[in-house]
C-alpha cells in the first residue's frame, strides 16, 4: 500500500506537528537538575490524549513517571516498540544560546531552537505523530504499537531497569527502536545502528605510604604512581590488544552482513574530514578505509580519559606521591556483559600482582547488544529510510552512542533523523523543521514496513 | 699535638661566636628573591678581616660575589678547600616562625632561632672562627686553607661553574669539604658523605590530536597517556631496576670498605623508625637491615613526582586527552654523568618507537661523585668527628642532599653538625648553641687532622 496518504496528512498538518514541538520545548525538563520533570510528562501524556493515543503514567520507584501507551491494530500484527525520553541536557552555559535561549523553540530560517529540539522532542513526537496520521487517515495503525516514554535518560536511567523487570508482560514486542540518533556528518541519511557498546566507566586507584615521601627514599617506598603504570601495562598492549584474561569471551564474530556494511559504510563517509577535524595525518596503527571503520565499530576499548599523581605545577617537587589515579573508559562490546567484565579486570589485577589496587567501576553500565541485519525490524527501518530518504541508509553494526531500555531482550535499532549541526548537548541545539516534519513520515514508514512483516 | 689549647680558645670566645652568629643571621640573603646577598657576603668580608682573616670578592657573570680567602700555614703543607654560602632559603611562611622571625637571632633555652642558623651561617663561621682559634693559639694553621663562600648555592649556583672554569689555579687543593650536612635522626654524631647522588629533573610530555577527542574514537585515534605509560614501562621494571641501555655504564663498583660502611650504618640506624614515619609496614620489594641501606645509598633511581593527562574530576568526561605528562627525577649514582644520562634516555626512547615524546631535561644537574673512604681528606674528618663526638661519624658510601662545587676534581666530604630537629628550609630554623660551638670544634679538628696526613 502506497503511504503518500499518510505523507499527505503530514505536510498537511505541518503546522500543528511544529506547534506542538515547539510547546513540547518551552517546557523544561532538567533530569541532571530535577526540573518541571512530572510538568513535562503530564503535557506529553496531554499531547497524545489530544492526538487519539493512548497514554498513561507508570510511576518509578524514584524519579518522574514513565509515559506508556498501548495502540493496537485492527488486524492481528506484530508489535513494535517506541521508545523515547522527554527529559532534556542541562541547557547550561545559558549564555552562549542564542534565539531566545534554550526554552525559546524560535524558528529562524526553517530551524528551530531549544533543549530538547532534537534530543529527544522531536522523536517523541515522530512517533506520535506519525500513528496519529495513520489514524486520522486510515482509521487505524499498521502494526501494534507500544510506546514508552521516560524522563530520566539523561542521568543513565537510574529506575527504569527495575520498573522494566516488573512489567516485562507490558514490554513485550517483536522490535523495538528509537529515534535517538542521527545522521553521518557528511551524509543526509539517517545512521541505522544495529546494536550498541557499552560504556564501562573504572577508576584505579594506587595508595602507598601516609604521606608523600622525599624522593630520595625511592628505593624503600612504594610507588603508586610507578604501580599503577605497571598495571596498566598488563592490561592493554601497544597494538590495542585488552590483554585482560578472556576478555573478549563472549564476543559477536563479524559475519558476511557485517562485512558487507562496514565496505559500504567505507563507501559512503570521508574519513579524511575526521583525521582534518582532529588535526592528525593518520589514524593510529596506520588504519584506513574499511579497516578503519572496522576498527572504530567493532574494536573493544580501553580509554584513559585522565590520570594524575603527585606535583606537576611549575618547577619540581622531590617526592614519591603517595596516591595515583587514572580514570578510564572501557567500551565493551557485544555480547560482554559489563559485571563480568568489571570481575575479569579485578581477576587479571589480582593474578598480575597488582590486588592492592582499588577498582571503582561505576554504576549503570548497559549491557551491549548486536542484532542482526535480518531480524525484521532492521529490514523494516531500512526499507523506511530508503523510501523517504531516497537512497540506502548508512547501517551501523554498532553504535557506541546513547543508552536504552535493555532488561527485556527485543531486538532493537537506533536511528535517528536529526540535521549534522543540531547541537545536541550544547547550547544552540536545533532541529530543521524540514528534517523533522520527514522523520515524522520516517516514523510512519518504519511502522508500516514492520507491520508488513 | 692535643687540640685542647684550641678548643678552650673556642670555650673562651663563645659569646663572640654566638654574637658574630646572631649578627650574621640577622643580615637577610635570600637568593631566590635577590634581598641583601651583596650586603651579606660585605658582612662575611668583614667578619673575616675582623678576624684576622683574608677575604676578597670574585664578581661572577651575574649574582652576587664569592668571598674568597687563602691562608696559608708557616710550614709546607696540603690544601684543604672550606666550601659554604652565605645565602639562605626563603623565609616564607612567615607566620609559623616564632621567636621574632627568622631574621631574629634570638637564643631560648640555649636554641638560636633565625634563616641561616643552620643552613648554612653556622657552617661558615665554624671555618672561620676555627682558624681564627689556630691564629690566636698558635699563631699559625695547621694546614693552608681555602674558603670559598658563595651566595647562589640554594637556587643551585648557576653562576659558579663558569667562575670555576676560569679560576682551577684558585682552587686547587688536596682535599674539599663543606659543613652543609647534619646528623641522622636518632644519632648525635655527624654523617660523614663521601660522595653525592645527582639529581636529574626529566619531564616527558606525550601530545596527540589538536583536541581532546571523543572517546569512542579510541580505535583511530593516538593516546599520548598510553603512550606515556607504555614508554615508562619500557624505562623501569617492577624490580626497580632502569632499563635504559648503558643506564649503570661506568657506575660506582662497590668494595669492602663501602660495604663495612653500610654494615656500620645498618647497625646504628633505626630503620623501623623510617617505616613508622611513613605509615608503612615493610620497605619496597621486603628490603631491610643492611639492604635497605645499600639500596638507598647506592640504587639508580628513576622517581615518578607528577603525572596528569586530560580529566580527573568528579564524574565522567568521554575524552581521549590530547597531552599527557610526566615529572620526574632521576638520582644518578657516580660517576654518571647527567648530559650522558639525558642522551641514553632520548636513545632509549627514540630506539622503543617513543621518539615523538618530548624529553625536557631541566639544567643545573650537578655531576654525582664518590671519593673512598681512604682518602685523606676522609680519614681526617673521621678521626676529627671521632674526637670532637667521642664517638665514630655515620659513614656514607653516597648521600642525596645538597648541591657542591664540582668543576674542579678535589676528593670531597660533605658532613655537618646540625641538630635533628633544626628546620632547614623550613620556619623556626634553628641550631642548638652547644651544637655550633662543637661544630667550630669539628671544623678545628679537621683542619688539625688533615694537616698532620
Known sequence: MSMQDVYDWIDANADECVRDLQRFVQQP???????GLRECATLVREMMHADGLPAEFHELDEGPPV????????????????????????????????????????????VMYGRGSTDNKSGVLAFNKAAKAFLQVRGEVPVNLKFLIEGEEEIGSPNLAAWAEKNEELLKADGMHCLDGSMETGTQVPDVSLGLKSVLFVELIARGAKMDVHSLNFPLVES????????????????????????????????????????????RVDL???????????????????DAIRARTYEPTANIQGMIAGYTGPGRKTIIPNEARVRMDFRL????????????????????????????????????????????????????ATEVY??????????????????????????GFANPGANLHAPDENIRVDRYLQGIKYAAAIM?????T
Chains 1, 2 share one sequence.
Open 224 to 267: 603508586p604512581v610507578w604501580e599503577l603504570v605497571w598495571a596498566l601495562n598488563t592490561i592493554l598492549d601497544r597494538d590495542r590488544k585488552i590483554l585482560v584474561e578472556g576478555w573478549e569471551e563472549g564476543i559477536w564474530q563479524l559475519g558476511p552482513d557485517d562485512e558487507q556494511q562496514l565496505t559500504d559504510k567505507a563507501a
Open 29 to 35: 525538563s532538567i533530569s541532571a537538575q530535577n526540573v
Open 448 to 452: 508500516e514496513h514492520f507491520g508488513r
Open 272 to 290: 579524511n574530514a575526521l583525521k582534518e577535524e582532529w588535526g592528525i595525518s593518520e589514524f593510529a596503527l596506520g588504519r584506513d578505509g574499511v
Open 67 to 110: 509515559v506508556f501507551g498501548h495502540l493496537e491494530a485492527k488486524k492481528p500484527s506484530k508489535t513494535i516498540l517506541c521508545y523515547s525520553h522527554y527529559d532534556v541536557q542541562p541547557p547550561e552555559p545559558l549564555d552562549e544560546w542564542t534565539h531566545g535561549g534554550p526554552w525559546s523553540g524560535e524558528i529562524v530560517d526553517g
Open 333 to 384: 562490546i557485544p555480547n560482554i556483559q559489563p559485571a563480568d567484565a568489571i570481575r575479569k579486570l579485578k581477576a587479571h589485577l589480582e593474578k598480575h600482582g597488582f590486588g592492592h589496587i582499588e577498582v571503582q567501576a561505576f554504576d549503570g553500565a548497559e549491557p551491549p547488544y548486536k542484532i542482526s541485519v535480518k531480524e525484521d525490524i532492521s529490514q523494516a527501518i531500512i526499507a523506511a
Open 390 to 415: 531516497g537512497e540506502l541508509p548508512v547501517v551501523n553494526g554498532v553504535s557506541a552512542e546513547g543508552a536504552i531500555l535493555r532488561h527485556v531482550w527485543i531486538p532493537c535499532v537506533l536511528t
